[in-house]
Nanobody, 122 residues
């Protein structure tokens, strides 16, 4: 059974930065693409970013392009989301997830973490 555990969320002022981490259990981390999604209250889950198995290709949602960066360290079984220039509309619960291939559709991801809250104050 794969477990994904997010950390690094918190409260930050608009314009600030946070780095989220997602630690995965198991020996197969490097065999899967990884993604980040977010969900704000009353809204649908939104694609944020994804990265291929080796980290060579990344994909971003339009609302975070140029501000967020996804990366991974396969030796540490961890994927990161560096979030800069945060805005109040970035407030949401952020989830990491695992997929066979990089993509923006939540249905493509089979394992999900429990989420970490990010709150951006104005």
């Amino acid at each position: 059974q794969v477990q994904l555990v997010e950390s690094g969320g918190g409260v930050v002022q608009a314009g600030g930065s946070l780095r989220l981490s997602c630690a995965a259990s198991g020996r197969t981390f490097s065999s899967y693409a990884m993604g980040w999604f977010r969900q704000a209250p009353g809204k649908e889950r939104e694609f944020v970013a994804a990265i291929t198995r080796g980290g060579g290709i990344t994909q971003y949602g339009d609302s975070v392009k140029g501000r967020f960066t996804i990366s991974r360290d396969n030796a540490k079984n961890t994927v990161y989301l560096q979030m800069n220039s945060l805005k109040p509309e970035d407030t949401a619960v952020y989830y990491c997830a695992r997929s066979r291939s990089v993509g923006s559709a939540a249905v493509e991801y089979d394992y999900w973490g429990q989420g970490t809250q990010v709150t951006v104050s104005s």
